[in-house]
């Protein structure tokens, strides 16, 4: 039996209609079992989202637990969202600052040495608006080695930061930032090249 069309208030045009009742990501399967994303949605509640838990090692040490690849030297910062540790992998010294949130419905791998500042946030999933159902679309994040999100900065699916790419504050990126490049705008653009000094 076919689904009711949706209502709309009179005068909608004929451009078409978006139809959430036909949304359906039965496809999506985001890994572990029922019980594993359980415990990690009380753990992120408990440790990793709340101010109350400054103990790094004891955040690198759960996301391990949890199947996350954690090099050295990693440093946590307090209220961080993370959505599937499974599906996370964080190489040597790199930095996750306050009130990051990783929206890792696909992979995201962070490089050694990148750094994801205040509030920035890497956002897996979005939805296809040209689809009546509003179908789900997902695609992985690497932020190369280096690579640096600025404070309050969105990085959309299928976002590749080249190595030493710089995403300034507030800004989004849409496509490949190319290595040693500072980017900034919505959607960012390059504006000039990073030369890392000793």
């Known amino acids: 039996m076919a689904a009711a069309?949706?209502?709309?208030?009179?005068?909608m045009d004929d451009r078409g209609q978006t139809d959430l009742a036909?949304?359906?990501n039965a496809w999506y399967k985001p890994g572990r079992g029922a019980l594993v994303r359980l415990a990690w949605y009380f753990v992120n509640e408990l440790v990793f989202k709340p101010g109350?838990?400054?103990?790094?090692?004891?955040k690198v040490e759960l996301?391990?637990?949890?199947?996350?690849k954690v090099g050295r030297g990693v440093v946590i910062k307090p209220c961080v969202n993370i959505k599937y540790p499974w599906r996370l992998t964080v190489g040597d010294y790199a930095w996750i600052g306050e009130q990051v949130w990783i929206d890792n419905?696909?992979?995201?791998?962070?490089?050694?040495?990148?750094?994801?500042?205040?509030?920035?946030?890497?956002?897996?999933?979005s939805h296809n608006y040209k689809q009546l159902s509003f179908d789900l679309l997902i695609g992985e994040i690497v932020l190369e080695p280096?690579?640096?999100?600025?404070?309050?900065?969105?990085?959309?699916?299928?976002?590749?930061?080249?190595s030493h790419a710089v995403l300034?504050?507030?800004s989004v990126a849409t496509q490949d930032?190319?290595?040693?490049?500072?980017?900034?705008?919505?959607?960012?653009?390059?504006?000039?090249?990073?030369?890392?000094?000793?």
């Open 5 to 11: 069309p949706p209502s709309y208030p009179a005068g």
């Open 22 to 24: 036909r949304f359906d």
């Open 52 to 58: 109350l838990w400054p103990v790094n090692g004891l």
């Open 63 to 68: 996301l391990r637990l949890f199947g996350a």
């Open 105 to 125: 419905l696909a992979d995201v791998r962070i490089g050694a040495h990148a750094c994801l500042s205040q509030g920035a946030m890497l956002l897996c999933g």
């Open 146 to 162: 280096g690579a640096w999100v600025g404070a309050k900065a969105l990085v959309c699916p299928g976002v590749t930061l080249g």
């Open 168 to 170: 300034a504050a507030g």
């Open 177 to 198: 930032l190319p290595a040693y490049t500072v980017c900034q705008g919505n959607p960012a653009v390059v504006k000039r090249t990073r030369v890392v000094v000793n």
